[in-house]
Every structure is written in C-alpha cells, then in structure tokens.
C-alpha cells in the first residue's frame, strides 16, 4: 500500500516537463514602507505555486496481453495548475498560534487518455487549519508541543505509508501534477522533546468524488533523530473504509530508517522500510462464512456429528456472537 491510492496504473512510460515558479515574501526593489492592511502583530507570508506539464505514454496504453489491433498504443496531454496560498503566526505569551489557508486551481487538457480522467478542471480549498506551537516555553525543545486541526498536509518519513491526502485525476485534473496534498481533515498532536519525536493523528482522505471509499485513518509515529542525516522510525496505522473490506478494519505496522553512514560521503544515503499489513477481523469473518455454509450443507445432508463441530469452530471464532449465529 502507497499514499493509500486506490487507481493502479498499467507499466508505462510517462514523459513530463513540469516547469514551477514559485514566489514567497517577494522584495520590492523600493525601500519605502508600505501598508499591507493586515494586522502588524501577526507575521504573514504569502505564497503562489504554479505548474504547466506535457505528458505522453509511448506505446504503453494496451488493454490486455495482446497488442491493441487499432494500432494506437500511446498519448500525450497537458496539466496545469496554480496555487496562492497565505500563512500566519501570532505570538503569545505561551507559544504561538498558527494557520494557513491556500485554493488550488487546475486543468488537465489537450485529449488525455481516460486512463487519468477526460479534459477536466476544478478550483476548490486545499488548506485551511489552525495550530498552536509550544515555541521555547518548554525547556526540552523548541516547539517541543504542537497541535493542529483541519485541512493540512501530513506524511511520514519519505511518504512510503502516507505522502498526500488529495486524490487527483477524474473530475478534478491534474493527475500527474498533483497539486492537491491535504487532507480533508486532519488532527495532528505532535511532542518533540530533544531528537525525539511522537506523533498521534487522524486522517480523512480528500477523495476524488467519483472514487470516494469513505477511506480513514488513525495511528502513532515515532522518530528518532540521530544527527542531521540519520532518523529511525516506527508506525501504526488503524484504518477504515466504507466501501473497500479488504480495508476496513486493517492495521498497518511500519519500521523504517534512513541513514547516511559514511562521514566522507554525507551524499551517500541508505534508507530502507518494511511494513506488514493485517485485517484479523476480516478473517474471522471469512471463517465464520466459510463454517457457517459448511453447517448448512451438514445439516441438510443430516450429518449431526459435523454440525456438531461447525458450532464448535463457530464458537472458537467469536464465543457467544457465533453461537447465536449457528442456532439460526
């Protein structure tokens, strides 16, 4: 499982250009002190991010094992996309509190393939949250505490279990140049004392509206830094799905590290993670099923004695929830 995507793609060769501007706290060249009209004691800072790509598959698009007999196994299309965004902070006696609130705008155009949705746009909220940071107020570290809640991005470690919470593509465009990254809802409780770091969260996945599989999560991160360039790391995910079983109800257990070894060679980085996925409910259900049929056929066939151990096995599952069950 990667950044939880639901859309597997065929093996392809994508080609893009993506070129990016990007503009914060820009200078005026005039020295002169000018207004914003914004409040003097909160620091703001103003952000735009903006994206123009050509992609094309060449030769990939094939539907099955066999060669398209149209002879057209390639396309190219276009994706754009812009973001303005604007940042606070405002200093307390305790701490600060924080928040940012950003749109994003963007197309996918020029005939794409359906395979990451037909010419399509969309303008809509990313970000929009509120924070608050322990600043130096605790002697164990600088913002040593810090919550926050509402439209954010979260990720942990290079993004193996979780980068963005945006689904892209279908109605909404840009599916290569993904733009999108929060979550549609996030509570995020993080303590950092020293290189330690401990982190609580729940997460709402923003999903395209066509896709939606009522997809949450919750869990617990921990990382270890040792150095600048060395972090060790540990997760647990619990998570929740309307529409998706195999989902509903998982848990997922991650370790990981990234380390840079070699003193001579601090370019030089090794990283590596495992990650189990299980869904024991899931299972029992699949066996409760299984026995439950298996009851049935024995007793139209009048086998008592394997009637006798398909209640037996039902009750090993689930205790009084399988034996009630049974009797039905």
Same mark, same amino acid.
């Given at each position: 499982m990667?950044?939880?995507?639901?859309?597997?793609?065929?093996?392809a060769?994508a080609?893009?250009?993506?070129?990016?501007?990007?503009?914060?706290? *820009?200078?005026?060249?005039d020295?002169?002190? /000018? %207004?914003?009209?914004?409040?003097?004691?909160?620091?703001?800072?103003?952000?735009?991010?903006a994206?123009?790509?050509?992609?094309?598959f060449?030769?990939?698009?094939?539907?099955?094992?066999?060669?398209?007999?149209?002879?057209?196994? $390639?396309?190219? @299309?276009?994706?754009?996309?812009?973001?303005?965004?604007?940042?606070? #902070?405002?200093?307390?006696?305790?701490?600060s509190? +924080?928040g940012?609130?950003?749109?994003? $705008?963007?197309?996918?155009?020029?005939a !794409?393939?359906?395979?990451?949705?037909?010419?399509?746009? %969309?303008?809509?909220?990313?970000?929009?949250?509120?924070? @608050?940071?322990?600043?130096?107020?605790?002697s164990?570290?600088?913002?040593?505490?810090?919550?926050?809640?509402?439209?954010?991005? +979260?990720?942990?470690?290079? $993004?193996?279990?979780? @980068?963005? $919470?945006?689904?892209?593509?279908?109605?909404?465009?840009?599916?290569?140049?993904?733009? /999108?990254?929060?979550?549609?809802?996030?509570g995020i409780? /993080?303590?950092?004392?020293?290189?330690?770091?401990?982190? *609580?969260f729940?997460?709402?996945?923003?999903?395209?509206p066509?896709?939606?599989?009522?997809?949450?999560?919750w869990g617990?991160?921990?990382?270890?830094a040792?150095?600048?360039?060395?972090?060790?790391?540990?997760? +647990?995910?619990?998570?929740?799905? #309307?529409s998706?079983?195999?989902?509903?109800?998982?848990s997922v257990?991650?370790? /990981?590290a990234?380390?840079?070894?070699?003193?001579?060679? !601090?370019?030089?980085?090794?990283?590596?993670?495992?990650?189990?996925e299980?869904?024991?409910?899931l299972?029992?259900?699949? *066996?409760?099923?299984?026995?439950?049929?298996?009851?049935?056929?024995?007793?139209?066939?009048?086998? #008592?004695a394997?009637?006798?151990?398909?209640?037996?096995?039902?009750?090993?599952?689930?205790?009084?929830?399988?034996?009630?069950? %049974? *009797?039905?």
């Amino acid at each position: 499982m990667t950044h939880l995507r639901a859309l597997k793609l065929p093996r392809a060769v994508a080609l893009g250009v993506l070129l990016l501007g990007s503009t914060a706290n *820009a200078q005026n060249s005039d020295t002169t002190a /000018r %207004s914003t009209g914004l409040p003097k004691k909160v620091q703001f800072k103003f952000n735009f991010d903006a994206g123009f790509g050509a992609f094309g598959f060449g030769n990939s698009l094939y539907t099955d094992a066999r060669p398209d007999p149209s002879g057209d196994l $390639g396309d190219d @299309w276009v994706e754009s996309f812009a973001k303005p965004a604007l940042s606070a #902070d405002y200093a307390l006696k305790t701490g600060s509190l +924080y928040g940012a609130a950003s749109v994003v $705008g963007e197309r996918t155009f020029g005939a !794409p393939p359906s395979l990451v949705g037909e010419d399509a746009s %969309s303008f809509q909220v990313e970000d929009a949250y509120l924070g @608050w940071k322990s600043g130096k107020a605790l002697s164990i570290g600088e913002d040593a505490l810090d919550f926050r809640v509402g439209r954010s991005q +979260y990720r942990i470690g290079h $993004g193996f279990l979780l @980068w963005d $919470g945006g689904g892209e593509g279908g109605s909404r465009g840009g599916f290569w140049s993904n733009a /999108r990254k929060a979550w549609e809802f996030a509570g995020i409780a /993080r303590f950092k004392p020293k290189n330690h770091s401990f982190e *609580a969260f729940y997460l709402d996945r923003d999903e395209v509206p066509e896709a939606k599989t009522g997809t949450t999560l919750w869990g617990l991160n921990y990382d270890l830094a040792l150095g600048e360039a060395n972090t060790i790391g540990a997760t +647990y995910l619990g998570l929740f799905s #309307d529409s998706l079983p195999n989902r509903d109800g998982m848990s997922v257990y991650n370790v /990981r590290a990234y380390l840079s070894p070699f003193k001579r060679l !601090p370019g030089l980085s090794l990283g590596g993670e495992y990650a189990h996925e299980d869904n024991a409910g899931l299972r029992r259900q699949q *066996a409760r099923d299984l026995l439950a049929r298996a009851r049935q056929a024995a007793t139209e066939i009048g086998n #008592d004695a394997l009637v006798q151990q398909a209640d037996t096995r039902l009750a090993d599952l689930a205790g009084p929830e399988a034996e009630s069950g %049974s *009797a039905g």
